[in-house]
């Protein structure tokens, strides 16, 4: 594939992005809801 | 990461995300289904856009980035649409619900997310196509725009103050964005026709589609969507969260602070 | 709502104790003034040597082809300023919170503010101008003076309108001095753009006619009464509380 480092790497850019805000995003999570009662979390 | 293979990035990473919130966090059986739905999708999207997908006429093999651009920065649009709606239903009903407000908040995060990757991607793809990493094109200077309101939007939530003070402040702040993006792109177009004749190659003017390529653009909304409502979700639960916590553990220091007067 | 005075009385009386607390302390005339002024002759440093492209047949020199931008720019670097002060002066001695417990209208208070900082600003745009046409050599034609007038005043209205708007929602937050840019530089992009081709019209610049300026005061004057709407429909959801 022509220009494969430019293809590749927009798409490495993408997903990875993604990839650690979902990171993040899950971690953050779990930190919060530790000490959280069950009444404070609606989606359970 | 960088250096292993897409696919397995695409596959391996999220994943691991979904894993982590299965114990505790604000993961429910809906959100995994829908978590691995979007792993699917990208999978899809990864072995479509680099694989599959024939390479465009023209453009090349660099049509392959506009299956992860284009995307995204639609579902970006959806993003900022869903903040301005959200903010509205906060602002107008009498209830003014945090609920609002914070799927208000979770859907900007997301979208300037999006819209960051939007102008990585549009920029590689730029540098492949018109040999340029910027255009000063009327869709590009406002999708710049876009991303550095909502930036700023965000830094406006993490102002401080009481959670109805974040949330009327950042209301009306989206509702503003709304007046102000029409008005940007209205401006600049008009700009860029008065002083630069030159024909530029439009992001989407050229695209000559095969049904191969549109269904692989087609896997790229899909996937898209389906990550965008997966971090949405959690994003929205965790502000739910973070609200809960902070009155929690306003109501302990009261609670200390009446101990001690009494 | 109606029980206060009226309108029009309380955006006299707003607008008069703003430019009177400007007038008393000086700092708009002391501070904000000398600000644009260095600013405007850093702006010569750093435009003034580059090279003109060959192909261009006009004698005038770079500095006189950029001055109307470079105004309008230092007039949005000042507008920063003159905002942070507004809003400082009305956080400090908890002057919103009076005016509240007032009960008056929040769109007259709005429109009071708008007009002190429409006022301050049109002045310190005259006062620019007339630098950029003694270290910019820029020129003023007579047959484009209608159109520098009309671009002065909607210009004005409109950064007037979108500061007092952006600056409320920042004012009484830890931070707002660095906020306060990031939020309102891309706001008023439509505003350098209407109003620096519009006065580039009206002097001629690079050979530009009157007539074409007139389309531009149409992109400035829409912005203002859009923000204008925005304001006077906005502003009471941001100061109060």
Known sequence: MEDAGFIIGSYVVTFGAVATYAVWLARRARRVTRDLPDHAKPWT | MIGEHVADTLATEPSAASDDVASSGTATRATRLLGAAALVGVAWLAAFGLGFSPADRDQRESVRILYVHVPSAWLAYLAFVVTAVASGLYLFRRSHALGWDRVAGASAEVGVLFMGITLVSGMLWGRLTWGVFWEWDARLTTTAFLFVTYVGYLAVRGLGGSHQQRARRSAVLALLAVLEIPLVHWSVRLWRSLHQEATVLRPDGDVKMDGLMLFTLFVGIVAFTLMYAWLVVHRQRTLAAEDAADDAGLDRALAARRAEVG | ?241
Do not use: C, H
């Open chain 3, 1 to 241: 709502m109606n029980d206060g005075p009226g309108f029009w009385r309380v955006v006299g009386l707003v607008a008069a104790k703003d430019l009177r607390i400007e007038w008393r302390s000086r700092v708009a005339l002391n501070q904000v003034l000398p600000f644009a002024a260095i600013v405007m002759v850093l702006f010569a440093f750093a435009v003034d040597r580059l090279p003109r492209p060959a192909a261009s047949a006009t004698t005038e020199t770079l500095l006189q082809t950029v001055a109307p931008g470079l105004v309008w720019l230092a007039m949005l670097f000042s507008l920063l300023l003159l905002v942070q002060r507004t809003f400082a002066v009305e956080a400090d001695d908890g002057a919103l919170d009076a005016l509240r417990a007032a009960a008056v209208d929040a769109a007259a208070v709005f429109w009071g503010k708008t007009a002190a900082l429409a006022t301050q600003l049109a002045a310190l745009y005259l006062l620019l101008l007339g630098t950029a046409l003694v270290i910019y050599g820029a020129e003023l034609r007579t047959s484009g003076i209608g159109l520098l007038a009309a671009t002065w005043i909607a210009a004005t209205l409109g950064l007037a309108t979108v500061g007092t708007l952006y600056g409320g929602l920042a004012a009484g937050a830890r931070g707002r001095e660095t906020l306060l840019p990031l939020l309102l530089l891309p706001v008023v992009a439509p505003v350098l753009i209407g109003a620096t081709r519009a006065v580039e019209a009206a002097l001629g610049t690079g050979g530009t006619a009157v007539a074409d300026g007139w389309p531009w005061v149409g992109v400035v004057g829409v912005f203002a009464v859009a923000f204008g709407a925005g304001g006077t429909l906005a502003f009471g959801a941001l100061i109060d509380e």
